[in-house]
């Protein structure tokens, strides 16, 4: 089955830049999309077709590709930030929706 | 407001059936596809299912294949899950999701609900 292969955890320093990556095999043109979950609420879409933020998300938020990994720079991080991320894509020949493991970003 | 509700969530034993709701309101639920999505607990996100505005295009993901069937009632306003002969695995909070396009292939989660918790347990 496809796989997303994220790190399991971020630290990053209080105004600091976070980078979370996500390892995505094949990619060629898939959008790949990220979402934020902090602890106990549903998850937020931040980041979609690898580059696009929806209405509301704040600009420290930004995606990019490059090779097979996908990318989920966060700027100036505030405490605000720490949450689970998780990247997703389609996979066409499985015809289903596949999520990545999951990175906890901490703030210190 | 823009919102996905969901409900019908409980503690069933294993085998047993169980069919959540998610209620909507906002946005034109009948020109958007939807989708379930869980969480076990402490675990990562699963797709399980989509269905597309008209009901005509189904998909489930291979672990709930067979047990699990999705539907609509554009009139209602609402996405359904029926769950048959669950098991202890099918333990997590589910939620409904709207795709924020009609093209699967680039499609987003962009609408969420507040998820509905599922335990199977004897």
């Known amino acids: 089955s496809y796989e997303l292969t994220q790190p399991l955890s971020v630290s990053v320093a209080l105004g600091q830049t976070a980078r979370i990556t996500c390892e995505v095999n094949n990619i060629g043109n898939k959008n790949v999309h990220w979402y934020q979950q902090k602890s106990g609420q549903a998850p937020v879409l931040v980041i979609y077709r690898s580059y696009d933020r929806p209405s509301g998300i704040p600009e420290r938020f930004s995606g990019s590709i490059s090779g097979n990994t996908a990318t989920l720079t966060l700027t100036r991080a505030q405490a605000g930030d720490e949450a689970d991320y998780y990247c997703?894509?389609?996979?066409?020949?499985?015809?289903?929706?596949?999520f990545g493991t999951g990175t906890k970003v901490t703030v210190l | 407001q823009v919102q996905l509700v969901e409900s019908g969530g409980a503690l069933v034993k294993p085998g047993g059936s169980l069919r959540l709701s998610c209620a909507a309101s906002?946005?034109?639920?009948?020109?958007?596809?939807m989708s379930w999505i869980r969480q076990a607990p402490g675990k990562g996100l699963e797709w399980l299912s989509y269905?597309?505005?008209?009901?005509?295009?189904?998909y489930y993901a291979d672990s709930v294949r067979g047990r699990f069937t999705i539907s609509r009632d554009n009139a209602e306003t609402s996405l359904y899950l029926q769950m048959n002969n669950l098991r202890a695995e099918d333990s997590a909070v589910y939620y409904c999701?709207?795709?924020?396009?009609?093209?699967?292939?680039?499609?987003?989660?962009?609408?969420w609900g507040q998820g509905t918790m599922v335990t199977v347990s004897p």
């Open positions: 269905i597309s505005y008209s009901s005509s295009s189904i």
């Open positions: 906002g946005f034109r639920f009948s020109d958007s596809y």
């Open positions: 999701a709207r795709h924020h396009t009609v093209t699967s292939g680039v499609a987003a989660f962009d609408i």
């Open positions: 997703q894509v389609w996979d066409s020949s499985a015809t289903s929706y596949v």
